[in-house]
């Protein structure tokens, strides 16, 4: 097969021969080439296609994880800021109970908070920051945190102060048969100073510590016949005396109620009662300033 090329410059014919194994080499080269050249396009244009498809799949899993992430604190937030209102309650609770009216104590409101003008106000608005939102719930925590340790502080010391003050009636039963101040000697008639009250009953009944304190006697002590004095602080001082038998001993803890001893007649008594003194700082005061009759 011959193809013939006219050239316009010369005026001339040529002929290419087609079956010249030179020129069959030359187009099979030329070929070769140009499908090559299509084969690397194709592969790089298939390629990129991969590449992009992998990588938009793996932002929409990046995507997912992020927001999974996000609907997971939000649940957090939520439930931080439910813990918060449930100590609110408790503490206005606590506040009425303890009769607290003071607004140091206000758990009704938030605390107040103030500062210099930030330099990033007047910014953009952007997407609420997960974070922050978390810190300002920790920061309402520990407020809430140190109002409760306040007035669990106002609530002890208020229930500590109310039981070491002595108040009751050092027995359950009986009758009040001789009171605190000047009276006649039992003994001798004589004019005397009666430094407590005493209370009448049966051998045997209970003898009761009016507040909570530490044992600091127990034993028989002139006139007194078998003792128990109690020190109950802030200078507090309470002494049971004349019973038939004691049932602590030097060095133990009492509370408000607890049994002491049994009621006796021992010492310098006429008759079955409990010889109940008080003493603030060392001096005798009258019982009946502190205890019912």
Known sequence: MNLIFFSRRQGQARHLHLTHPLTLGVLAVTGLALLGAAFAV??????SGITSRSQLAELASLRQQVQDRVDSMSVRVGELNAHVIRLDALGKRLTQMANITSGELNFDAAPALGGPEDESVGAIAQIPDLTKMMDDVQQRLESRDAQLLALENVILS????????????PVLTGYISSYFGGRPDPFDGHESI????????????????????????????SGYGNL????????YVTRYGH????????GDTVVRGQPVALMGSTGRSTGPHVHFEVLRNGSHINPLSFVDP
């Open 42 to 47: 194709g592969m790089r244009l298939g390629s």
């Open 158 to 169: 208020r229930a500590l102060s109310e039981s070491i003050r002595p108040e009751g009636r």
């Open 194 to 221: 009666h430094k407590g009250v005493d209370f009448a009953g049966s051998a045997g009944d209970q003898v009761l510590a009016v507040a909570a304190g530490v044992v600091t006697r127990a034993a028989a002590a």
């Open 228 to 235: 128990i004095e109690i020190n109950h602080g802030n200078g």
């Open 243 to 250: 019973n038939q038998n004691l049932l602590v001993a030097v």
